[in-house]
């Protein structure tokens, strides 16, 4: 088992960042990958961001050029700090972590808002 524990949601205004962080314990495994997908209600789950245990990073085109997603393998944690961020980011975001399982968090809400 994996377990995953969020922090770093909130209330933001727009243009604003915020910096989530995803830490991993349990079972780890020496090659992972970990990531990020946010949903609104009524709207289809998206991958935001993820990362691979060699640092490769994707992203979806929505939030290429403001969001970084970044970890620190020695203490299995994984970051993604969001700039300039837009109503549209408005979400709960919820982290992952893939080996040959799946895990995930308990989600966070990002609520970007004037």
Known sequence: ??????????????????RLSCAASGSISSIYTMGWYRQ????????????TSGGIPNYADSVKGRFTISR????????????????????VYSCYYWDVRVYWGQGTQVTVSS
């Not at 088992?1 to 915020?18: A, F, I, K, N, T």
């Not at 609104?40 to 990362?51: C, F, H, M, S, Y």
């Open 1 to 18: 088992q994996v377990q995953l524990v969020e922090s770093g949601g909130g209330l933001v205004q727009p243009g604003g960042s915020l």
């Open 40 to 51: 609104t209600p009524g709207k289809q789950r998206e991958l935001v961001a993820d990362i």
């Open 72 to 91: 620190d393998n020695a203490k299995n944690t994984e970051y993604l700090q969001m700039n300039s961020l837009k109503p549209e980011d408005t979400a």
